[in-house]
C-alpha cells in the first residue's frame, strides 16, 4: 500500500514563475491536507481538502495561493508569481477521516527553492 | 490562536533515556500529537493523547495533564536511529506544530 506521493521532491523556480505542487494521498483516504515547513520553524496548517471540496483554507495566504483535489487525479498546490519567501518545504499529508478519529499520514514533502 | 513551546535541542547517549517536554496553550483542545521526523523526510506519526495520563507504546511514551497544557514524549532504551527531531502537535484536523527538538544519541 503506497504512502502518500508528493511529486516533485525538489522544484527550483525564478522569480514570477508558477510552481505547482502534486499529492495523491494514500489509498482510501479522502482527505488532504498541505503543511508549509520553513527552515528553523515548526509545520504550519496552509489548507484541508476533500475531493472537490476546499473546508478549511485558514492558513492559505490570500494571494497567489491556490489549491485543487479534483474528483480524479491528485491534489494540487499552486503559487503563482513566486517569491524568495516562498521557499520552504512544503508537506501534503491524508487520512481516511478527519484527524478526529487518527493521525495524518505525511509525503516526503516537495522543496521548493525561488531564486 | 495556539502556542506551543518545546526544547531546541537535546542530546543524550545509546541505551540513555530522554524525556521531551511539550507545553502548549490553546484556545481549544482536541488532541495532542507526536511525530518524528528525520532530516529530509516525512514526519512520521509516534502517539496521539486526549485523556490525561500515559500512553505506552514500545519504547516511547506519550503523557499528557490538560490542566496543566503539558506534555512530555519519553524515549526508552535510545537507539542511534532515534536521533531525528521530535514535533509536538496539537488541535485536529489543523494541528498547529512547535518548532520541535532536535535529539542526537551519541554512541
Known amino acids: 500500500n503506497a504512502g502518500v506521493m508528493q511529486n516533485p521532491r525538489h522544484l527550483v523556480r525564478r522569480r514570477g514563475q508558477e510552481a505547482r505542487l502534486r499529492c495523491s494521498p494514500m489509498?482510501?483516504?479522502?482527505?488532504v491536507y498541505w503543511y508549509r515547513q520553513l527552515p528553523e520553524e515548526g509545520l504550519k496548517f496552509m489548507v484541508y481538502?476533500?475531493?472537490?471540496?476546499?473546508?478549511?483554507e485558514s492558513g492559505m495566504p490570500k494571494e497567489r495561493f491556490s489549491a485543487e483535489f479534483p474528483k480524479e487525479g491528485p491534489s494540487i498546490l499552486r503559487i503563482q508569481q513566486v517569491v524568495r519567501g516562498d521557499s520552504a518545504a512544503y508537506f501534503c499529508?491524508?487520512?481516511?477521516?478527519?484527524?478526529?478519529?487518527?493521525?495524518?499520514?505525511f509525503g516526503e514533502g516537495s522543496r521548493l527553492t525561488v531564486l | 490562536g495556539q502556542n506551543i513551546d518545546q526544547p531546541t535541542e537535546m542530546t543524550a547517549t545509546e541505551g540513555a533515556i530522554v524525556q521531551i517536554n511539550c507545553t502548549y496553550q490553546?484556545?481549544?483542545?482536541?488532541?495532542l500529537f507526536w511525530y518524528q521526523q528525520h532530516a529530509g523526510e516525512a514526519p512520521t506519526f509516534l502517539s496521539y493523547?486526549?485523556?490525561?495520563g500515559l500512553e505506552e507504546k514500545g519504547r516511547f511514551s506519550s503523557f499528557l495533564s490538560r490542566s496543566k497544557g503539558y506534555s512530555y514524549l519519553l524515549l526508552k532504551e535510545l537507539q542511534m536511529k532515534d536521533s531525528a527531531s521530535y514535533l509536538c502537535?496539537?488541535?485536529?484536523?489543523?494541528?498547529?506544530f512547535g518548532a520541535g527538538t532536535t535529539v542526537t544519541v551519541r554512541a
Open positions: 481538502l476533500q475531493k472537490e471540496n476546499i473546508i478549511d
Open positions: 490553546t484556545s481549544g483542545f482536541n488532541g
Open positions: 499529508a491524508s487520512s481516511p477521516t478527519d484527524i478526529r478519529a487518527g493521525e495524518l499520514f
Open positions: 502537535a496539537v488541535g485536529d484536523y489543523k494541528l498547529s
Open positions: 493523547n486526549v485523556l490525561d
Open positions: 489509498k482510501g483516504h479522502s482527505h
